[in-house]
RNA sequence: GGAGAGAUGGCAGAGUGGUCGAUUGCAUCGGUCUUGAAAACCGACGUACUGAGAGGUACCGGGGGUUCGAAUCCCUCUCUCUCCGCCA
């Protein structure tokens, strides 16, 4: 969430940076705030100077008890018991402000960086590189229409799958569900190893491999802003109240909850391999099919914490790392900066990564690199002392998928049919050890 | 699943109703000493809210209660550990 110092002291550039994300009623929205967060301090005040003279009290009735005089100490117990009830008053209304408060900050969404470009749909997300034709400053969404054409008639890869007995969508219908896929053979080893290739790639850039937990509790869910909000998304064991991780960023991200880290220790770099589980309630037509939405898939991610004034640095590298990937798996591949309307709730700015499909004949998203600002941080309670002010302050984390499985192996079936078969990519190959799949 | 023990500051570990936000040790940081380091000695050393500041307030797993006053007593929840059982 944001914190109340920049609400209150940067109102103006949060009303804007709230309407540029398109969030309805930001201005009564921040007012809001601002007059819960008065009313909580005034309480607060009040309380705190009832509290004081109680404690007053208590210590001289402690005097006079050790002293004997018995009556002086009943004397002053009368007094102390209207304080008392004041200061009950008091607390029941602190806590009643404070929680509203911190319900009402929870709806509020984060506010996009100067260079977000303002827009409200995804066809006004921002075209900024590609490596099938220049990009210029101006492209959109909307209207780049540099589709790569692939010779050949070309077959979408729920088709090639079972062509190939790659994937069996139908047994696992049988044995778990749609969007459970069971893989068989060569496809259970591509899977294998991408896992491997991502995660090796990952620590050359400099990434601490984690494996976490796959499932959190309640606490971790708030942390990185999954709950409230998003409960419906998760899966849930209900005996235990643990949740099923949508992400890695769930458990690589909580490590660093309640944490004050050292300067010198920052940027923290974490990747994880995990399975990942999504309800995706309300999700249907073709972009469910075949491997476009699962219920459950693999992902690695990478996670970093860091300083305000490296955080965009940190960016950067990860972006760089991401597109890396895709220039070893030599996939179609673009790279959008995403609108001020198309972010997510918690983001302050996000890159997308997408990888063209022939047979589809459409954009895949692969990967989401992002910087939350401070943002998951004060829900966090991240933070680190700086080195030369010796005071604490929020990190900034950030996150990216490098990369989630089922929409590149989408795109690694599609994009490398031959007649003999489907060919495997020089870098993946050590990997697979095999070079077709046939 | 059964039985028991426990949860205190970065760690270890005192503290069972009255200046306890908390003794002490270790770790960390600063200083003295030293050519340098170690050792020794001196000093600093939780977080948050609030206030211009002095300061005030809260926090000893979470929540509630008793009391003028609670880390300390009571209730409750959660978690951890040990033993037994089961088991990859």
Redesign the pocket.
Same mark, same amino acid.
């Given at each position: 969430m944001l914190t $109340?110092k920049l609400i209150t002291e940067e109102t103006e550039r949060v009303v804007a940076g709230l309407e540029k994300k398109h969030f309805e009623g930001a201005r009564e929205a921040v007012e809001r705030a601002i007059a819960l967060?008065k009313m909580r301090?005034e309480t607060?005040?009040r $309380?705190?100077?009832t509290?004081?003279e109680?404690?007053k009290?208590?210590?001289q009735?402690?005097q006079l008890?050790k002293q004997g005089q018995r009556e002086e100490a009943e004397k002053a117990?009368a007094e102390?018991?209207q304080l008392?009830e004041l200061s009950n008053e008091l607390q029941a209304k602190m806590?009643e402000t404070e929680d509203e408060l911190n319900r009402h900050l929870c709806t509020i969404p984060n506010i996009p960086y100067d260079n977000v470009p303002e827009g409200r749909h995804a066809e006004d997300n921002r075209v900024v590189k590609s490596n099938l034709k220049e990009c210029t400053d101006t492209d959109t969404v909307g209207n780049w229409d540099a589709n790569p054409v692939v010779e050949s008639a070309r077959l979408p890869h729920w088709e090639l799958a079972k062509k190939y007995n790659l994937i069996d969508f139908d047994l696992g219908v049988k044995i778990s569900g749609a969007g459970f896929p069971v893989y068989v053979g060569k496809g259970a080893r591509l899977q294998r190893a991408l896992i491997n290739f991502f995660l090796d790639e990952a620590r050359k850039s400099g990434y601490t491999e984690i494996m976490p937990p796959t499932v959190v509790n309640a606490d971790s869910g708030y942390g990185t802003g999954q709950l409230p909000d998003k409960e419906g998304q998760m899966y849930h064991c209900e005996v235990?109240d643990l949740y099923l991780i949508p992400t890695a960023e769930v458990p690589v991200t909580n490590i660093y909850r309640d944490v004050?880290l050292d300067e010198k220790d920052l940027p923290i770099k974490n990747c994880a391999y995990t399975q990942c589980f999504r309800r995706e309630a309300g999700s249907y037509g073709k972009d469910v099919r075949g491997l476009n939405r699962l219920h459950e898939f693999s992902k690695i991610e990478i996670v970093r914490i860091d300083t305000p004034e490296h955080s965009q640095e940190s960016h950067k590298e990860m972006l760089q790392h991401v597109e890396g990937l895709l220039k070893k798996l030599e996939l179609p591949y673009r790279i959008l900066l995403l609108c001020g309307g198309d972010q997510s709730f918690t983001s302050a700015i996000c890159y997308d990564f997408e990888v063209y499909s022939e047979a589809q004949k459409r954009w895949l998203e692969v990967s989401s690199v992002s910087n939350f600002d401070t943002y998951q941080a004060n829900r966090l309670k991240c933070?680190y002392?700086n080195a030369e002010t010796k005071k604490?302050q929020l990190c900034h984390t950030l996150n990216g998928s490098a990369l989630a499985l089922p929409r590149i192996v989408a795109a690694l079936l599609e994009n490398n049919q031959t007649p003999e078969g489907i060919r495997i990519p020089k870098a993946l190959q050590p990997y697979t050890g095999f070079e077709m799949i046939d």
């Amino acid at each position: 969430m944001l914190t $109340l110092k920049l609400i209150t002291e940067e109102t103006e550039r949060v009303v804007a940076g709230l309407e540029k994300k398109h969030f309805e009623g930001a201005r009564e929205a921040v007012e809001r705030a601002i007059a819960l967060d008065k009313m909580r301090r005034e309480t607060q005040t009040r $309380l705190d100077a009832t509290l004081a003279e109680s404690k007053k009290y208590a210590a001289q009735i402690g005097q006079l008890m050790k002293q004997g005089q018995r009556e002086e100490a009943e004397k002053a117990k009368a007094e102390v018991s209207q304080l008392k009830e004041l200061s009950n008053e008091l607390q029941a209304k602190m806590k009643e402000t404070e929680d509203e408060l911190n319900r009402h900050l929870c709806t509020i969404p984060n506010i996009p960086y100067d260079n977000v470009p303002e827009g409200r749909h995804a066809e006004d997300n921002r075209v900024v590189k590609s490596n099938l034709k220049e990009c210029t400053d101006t492209d959109t969404v909307g209207n780049w229409d540099a589709n790569p054409v692939v010779e050949s008639a070309r077959l979408p890869h729920w088709e090639l799958a079972k062509k190939y007995n790659l994937i069996d969508f139908d047994l696992g219908v049988k044995i778990s569900g749609a969007g459970f896929p069971v893989y068989v053979g060569k496809g259970a080893r591509l899977q294998r190893a991408l896992i491997n290739f991502f995660l090796d790639e990952a620590r050359k850039s400099g990434y601490t491999e984690i494996m976490p937990p796959t499932v959190v509790n309640a606490d971790s869910g708030y942390g990185t802003g999954q709950l409230p909000d998003k409960e419906g998304q998760m899966y849930h064991c209900e005996v235990d109240d643990l949740y099923l991780i949508p992400t890695a960023e769930v458990p690589v991200t909580n490590i660093y909850r309640d944490v004050i880290l050292d300067e010198k220790d920052l940027p923290i770099k974490n990747c994880a391999y995990t399975q990942c589980f999504r309800r995706e309630a309300g999700s249907y037509g073709k972009d469910v099919r075949g491997l476009n939405r699962l219920h459950e898939f693999s992902k690695i991610e990478i996670v970093r914490i860091d300083t305000p004034e490296h955080s965009q640095e940190s960016h950067k590298e990860m972006l760089q790392h991401v597109e890396g990937l895709l220039k070893k798996l030599e996939l179609p591949y673009r790279i959008l900066l995403l609108c001020g309307g198309d972010q997510s709730f918690t983001s302050a700015i996000c890159y997308d990564f997408e990888v063209y499909s022939e047979a589809q004949k459409r954009w895949l998203e692969v990967s989401s690199v992002s910087n939350f600002d401070t943002y998951q941080a004060n829900r966090l309670k991240c933070r680190y002392r700086n080195a030369e002010t010796k005071k604490t302050q929020l990190c900034h984390t950030l996150n990216g998928s490098a990369l989630a499985l089922p929409r590149i192996v989408a795109a690694l079936l599609e994009n490398n049919q031959t007649p003999e078969g489907i060919r495997i990519p020089k870098a993946l190959q050590p990997y697979t050890g095999f070079e077709m799949i046939d």
